[in-house]
């Protein structure tokens, strides 16, 4: 597991996770058209997101529900993850 300090609760923004990481998502965090958007793409509670690529600071492409999406970093730190498992 990856201990990189948390934000709230043990979770930590998606953006801050490396390459080969998975983790559970607990939380959005921004208003409603970033958040119901982010659900839209699949980024529910409870969803394992694996990192598939980062590079930062730029985007970041990830496996959520069987989906290939590329994140801004922006938008991957509205996403808190928890439950992180080492790549």
Do not use: Q, Y
């Amino acid at each position: 597991v990856i201990s990189m300090g948390s934000v709230s609760g043990g979770s930590l923004p998606l953006a801050f996770l490396p390459e080969g990481a998975v983790g559970t998502v607990r939380e959005i965090m921004g208003g409603r058209g970033a958040t119901r958007h982010l659900e839209d793409m699949g980024f529910s509670p409870l969803a394992r997101v694996l990192v598939l690529k980062s590079c930062p600071p730029g985007a970041m492409l990830v496996l959520v529900k069987d989906s290939r999406i590329a994140l801004g970093r922006g938008m991957a730190m509205k996403i808190l993850v928890g439950s992180i498992e080492d790549p």
